[in-house]
C-alpha cells in the first residue's frame, strides 16, 4: 500500500466523530437494565420468547439491533456502561474494586443528571452491589437517596428451591409458589412494587427525576414464579442450534459455565470438566427456565410502564430498557456470559423518547397498556425504528443525556485516567434524526474477557484481578469477529500485543453462529510485517481494526444496503 493510501486507512479507522441532532427539551428518565438478558425477545426476531411489554415498548422506540457489552460479566460491564469508560479505563474485570478508588474520580450516569438539578433513584440491580460500588451503591455520589435493594434478595443464594425429594436445594431450575416463599414475595416483585411508589412520589413534583430499575432476572438462580412455565412447554423446546465446542476455538477461549456446575441439581448430573456435555433433557429445562425467567421480568416492565402512564409520566419521559450482557444457552457447548461470542456480549438496547420515537398521547389515551402474557397470549407488535449499525454501551451515557436534555459529556482523550467526566463512547443522537441507510463496515463494538490460564480451570469465568494473565480483545462489525488472546500484566495494566495466545476471525455472512473459526488460514506474517511501522503509541483498538482491515481485505465481505 503506498504511504498516503496507508494514512487514509488509519485516519479512517480512528473514532468516528458523528454530528448529533438539535437540543431537545428536558425529560425524566426512567433507565431499566435487566440482567444476564440476551437478545431473546421478540422484538429481536426471537420467536419463542413472549415478551409483550417489552415489544410493545420497542413498537414506540429506536431499536438498536446489534448493542454490545464490553464485558460479559455484571459488574466490570455495568460500571463500563454507567461510567462510560471501558475496563481498560476503569481496571475493573472482576468484582472486587471501587473505581473511584482504584482506577479514576469518574463521573456517573445518574451523577451526571443529579449535577444538573435532577432527582436520582436506584431501585435493585444497578450497579453492581458490594465492593464494586463502595458498598453504597455509589451513594451520594449517583443518587439522591439510599439506593434500595428488595428484602427478598437475601434468599437468592439460599436453598429455596423444592427438590423431586421434597426438601429445599439451592438449585439452578427454581421455579417456585410464589406464596410459599418468604414474605409472600420474590426480589423483582418487590422492586417493581418500590420503584412504583417512587413514580408517585414523583408525579406531583416539578423536579425533573432519573429512576434506574435493575431487574434480577433472568440471572440464575431461575427463581421465578411457576405459572410462566407453562409459556414453554418442554415438548415445544429446542437445543442450541451449534451445542457443541468449536473444533477450533482456542482453549483460552472457552467458558467452562463454573457458577452453572456449583448448583446442586447441575452437579448431581456428574458432567466432566471442563468440555463434558449437560444431558439434552436438562438442556431443554435450562432454556424452559431462561425463557419463562424472561417473561416474568418482562412482567415487571409492564407494570413498570403502565405506572407511567396512569401517573401522566409518558409524554414526559424517557425510557431506556438495556442489559448487562448476554447470556449463553448451550451454544458452543457454554453455559451463562463469561465469553466473547455474541451471545454473551450482543445485548438489547431500546429507547424510548416521547415526540420523538413516537407522537405524544392523546388525552385519555394510554401509551403502554400493560399485558398479562399469562392470560393474553396473542399480541402483535412491529419496531417502531430500527438501528442496525454496531453499538455499544459505552454509547448509552452521551446519548441518554442528549436525548433527555442534558449537555452530553466530550469525548475522551487518549489517555483520561484523571478527566472525571468524559466518554469512550459515541452520542448516538444522529441516529434519532435520520434514517439509516446502509451497514458501515468502520462502525465497530469493542469487548473483552479475561483469563488467568491458556486452558480451563475453575476460576476461568471469573479471574481476580491478580491472576489474570491473558486477556481476550475482540472487534464485531458487520462482517466479522475477530478476537486475539494477548498476554496482560495486571499489576501494571499493560497487554503485550506480541504475546498472542490464541485467535479467532469469524466470517459472519457464512458463519453467523460463529462457529467456524478461520484464523488459522490467515496470512499472520504478511500482517506483522505490515504492523511493524507502526508508532509504538497507536492503541490496541487501532491496531486490531488495521489488522482486520489486513486480514479481511481479501476475503469476501457482506457490506449490504438496509
Not at 406531583?204 to 414453554?232: M, T
Not at 457458577?259 to 471442563?274: G, T
Not at 449537555?407 to 484523571?418: K, T, Y
Not at 508508532?535 to 449490504?560: E, G, I
Request: hydrophobic letters at 35%.
Amino acid at each position: 500500500m503506498k504511504p498516503a493510501g496507508f494514512a487514509w486507512v488509519f485516519l479512517s479507522l480512528l473514532c468516528l466523530r458523528t454530528p448529533v441532532a438539535v437540543r431537545t427539551e428536558t425529560r425524566n428518565v426512567l433507565f431499566v437494565v435487566a440482567d444476564d438478558l440476551r437478545t431473546s425477545l421478540g422484538c429481536y426476531g426471537d420467536t419463542v420468547a413472549k415478551s409483550p411489554n417489552i415489544d410493545q415498548l420497542a413498537s414506540k422506540s429506536q431499536v438498536f439491533l446489534n448493542a454490545y457489552s464490553q464485558q460479559a460479566v455484571c459488574a466490570p460491564s455495568r460500571t463500563s456502561m454507567l461510567t462510560s469508560r471501558r475496563p481498560d479505563t476503569t481496571r475493573l474485570y472482576d468484582f472486587k474494586s471501587y473505581w473511584r478508588q482504584h482506577s479514576g474520580n469518574y463521573t456517573t450516569l445518574p451523577q451526571h443528571f443529579k449535577s444538573k438539578g435532577y432527582y436520582t433513584m436506584s431501585v435493585g440491580k444497578v450497579f453492581h452491589p458490594g465492593i464494586a460500588s463502595n458498598y453504597t451503591d455509589d451513594y451520594p455520589y449517583s443518587w439522591s437517596i439510599p439506593a434500595y435493594h428488595p428484602a427478598s434478595f437475601r434468599f437468592e443464594k439460599k436453598k429455596m428451591c423444592k427438590g423431586e425429594d421434597g426438601q429445599l436445594h439451592a438449585n439452578l431450575l427454581c421455579a417456585v409458589n410464589v406464596t410459599e416463599q418468604p414474605g409472600g414475595t420474590l426480589p423483582d416483585l418487590e422492586s417493581t412494587d418500590e420503584a412504583v411508589r417512587l413514580l408517585k412520589s414523583r408525579a406531583s413534583d416539578g423536579a425533573p427525576f432519573f429512576l434506574a430499575v435493575g431487574f434480577h432476572k433472568p440471572h440464575i438462580p431461575f427463581r421465578i414464579p411457576q405459572e410462566y412455565l407453562s409459556l414453554y412447554p418442554l415438548a415445544e423446546m429446542t437445543l442450541a442450534p451449534d451445542p457443541d465446542v468449536p473444533k477450533l476455538l482456542p482453549p483460552v477461549a472457552y467458558n467452562p459455565w463454573t457458577d452453572v456446575r456449583e448448583r446442586e441439581d447441575v452437579q448431581k448430573l456428574n458432567v466432566s470438566f471442563p468440555y463434558g456435555s449437560i444431558p439434552k433433557d436438562f438442556q431443554l429445562q435450562i432454556r424452559q427456565h431462561y425463557y419463562a425467567a424472561v417473561s416474568y421480568m418482562d412482567a415487571q416492565v409492564g407494570r413498570l410502564l403502565s405506572a407511567l402512564d396512569a401517573l401522566g409520566l409518558t409524554d414526559s419521559t424517557m425510557v431506556v430498557f438495556a442489559s448487562d450482557h448476554g447470556w449463553s444457552l448451550g451454544e458452543h457447548g457454554e453455559w451463562a456470559k463469561y465469553s466473547n461470542f455474541d451471545v454473551a456480549t450482543r445485548v438489547p438496547l431500546i429507547m424510548f423518547v416521547p415526540g420523538v420515537t413516537a407522537a405524544h398521547s392523546q388525552p385519555g389515551e394510554s401509551t403502554f397498556p400493560f399485558i398479562d402474557v399469562l392470560s393474553q397470549p396473542e399480541y402483535s407488535f412491529t419496531n417502531a425504528r430500527v438501528v442496525q449499525n454496531m453499538v455499544e454501551l459505552v454509547d448509552v451515557f452521551p446519548t441518554v443525556s442528549y436525548m433527555a436534555g442534558l449537555p452530553a459529556p466530550e469525548h475522551c482523550p487518549d489517555v483520561s485516567l484523571q478527566v472525571e467526566l468524559c466518554t469512550e463512547g459515541r452520542n448516538l443522537a444522529h441516529t434519532f434524526q435520520h434514517k439509516e441507510r446502509w451497514i458501515n463496515a468502520e462502525l465497530i463494538a469493542f469487548s473483552q474477557y479475561p483469563r488467568p490460564a491458556d486452558s480451563p480451570q475453575n476460576n476461568s469465568d471469573l479471574p481476580d484481578l491478580k491472576d489474570i494473565k491473558v486477556m481476550g480483545y475482540s472487534l464485531r462489525n458487520g462482517d466479522y469477529r475477530y478476537t486475539l488472546w494477548l498476554g496482560f500484566n495486571p499489576r501494571s495494566f499493560q497487554v503485550n500485543v506480541s504475546d498472542v495466545h490464541g485467535g479467532e476471525l469469524y466470517m459472519l455472512a457464512d458463519d453467523p453462529g460463529q462457529d467456524n473459526n478461520i484464523y488459522s488460514d490467515l496470512d499472520h506474517s504478511m500482517v506483522k510485517k505490515k504492523m511493524a511501522g507502526l508508532p509504538y503509541d497507536v492503541s490496541l483498538w487501532t491496531r486490531m481494526k488495521l489488522q482486520l482491515y489486513y486480514y479481511t481485505a481479501r476475503l469476501k465481505t457482506n457490506t449490504w444496503k438496509v
